[in-house]
T-cell receptor
Framework: IAGITQAPTSQILAAGRRMTLRCTQD?????MYWYRQDLGLGLRLIHY???????GKGEVPDGYSVSRANTDDFPLTLASAVPSQTSVYFC?????????????FGPGTRLTVT | GQNIDQPTEMTATEGAIVQINCTYQ??????LFWYQQHAGEAPTFLSY????GLEEKGRFSSFLSRSKGYSYLLLKELQMKDSASYLC????????????????FGAGTRLAVHP
């Protein structure tokens, strides 16, 4: 089934632990994105990648890192989790970065940092 | 700064018409998107406007006025399944965003459709 998958679906994590959220798409889209969604704040861009091998910072990048080794995968790492990183995380992709294309979203990862 | 405003909540009756407004102030403009998000699910694309005017797609229509920094999403013949959050998002200018697809999202409008 074409689309975006994310893992895990949900996770409870102790503060200070390291965590990687996985994202894989099979649509051969060049651009990928990580958002967090918090009540009352809407979706906020954490990091993005315009194409394999490149990444960039979004609106709220602090405490997060990403890599884009190939077209399909775009993992998000929390090096040392803090409670303020409790959120729902969505991965998304779009065909290209140089035009306004619709973004396709994964099902999300609900992360709780205690 | 970048700012997108939309009402927090709206209610409507099944079969009716509802209009969800969105106003934006961004450093530039390369298009406006509307997404639908059911509770606990991922956002899904509804519409895209880059030129002034109305775009119609079935029961949903979206309008844009660039000079006023204003858009609305019109939902006709409301159904219970239309109960969801509706997210307005703007693509700012390339110069400031580093890419057309670095979207700025509003907080969303939660629509409840009642029988």
């Amino acid at each position: 089934i074409a689309g975006i998958t994310q893992a895990p679906t949900s996770q409870i994590l102790a503060a200070g632990r390291r965590m990687t959220l996985r994202c894989t798409q099979d649509m051969r889209h060049n651009a990928m994105y990580w958002y967090r969604q918090d009540l009352g704040l809407g979706l906020r861009l954490i990091h993005y990648s315009n194409t394999a091998g490149t990444t960039g910072k979004g609106e709220v990048p602090d405490g997060y890192s990403v890599s884009r080794a190939n077209t399909d995968d775009f993992p998000l790492t929390l090096a040392s989790a803090v409670p303020s990183q409790t959120s729902v995380y969505f991965c998304a992709s779009s065909e290209q970065f140089d035009k306004s294309y619709e973004q396709y979203f994964g099902p999300g990862t609900r992360l709780t940092v205690t | 700064g970048q700012n997108i405003d939309q009402p927090t909540e709206m209610t409507a009756t099944e079969g009716a018409i509802v209009q969800i407004n969105c106003t934006y102030q961004t450093s530039g403009f390369n298009g406006l998107f509307w997404y639908q998000q059911h509770a606990g699910e991922a956002p899904t694309f509804l519409s895209y406007n880059v030129l002034d005017g109305l775009e119609e797609k079935g029961r949903f229509s979206s309008f844009l006025s660039r000079s006023k920094g204003y858009s609305y999403l019109l939902l006709k013949e409301l159904q219970m399944k239309d109960s969801a959050s509706y997210l307005c998002a703007v693509s700012p200018s390339l110069r400031f965003s580093g890419g057309y697809n670095k979207l700025i999202f509003g907080a969303g409008t939660r629509l409840a459709v009642h029988p």
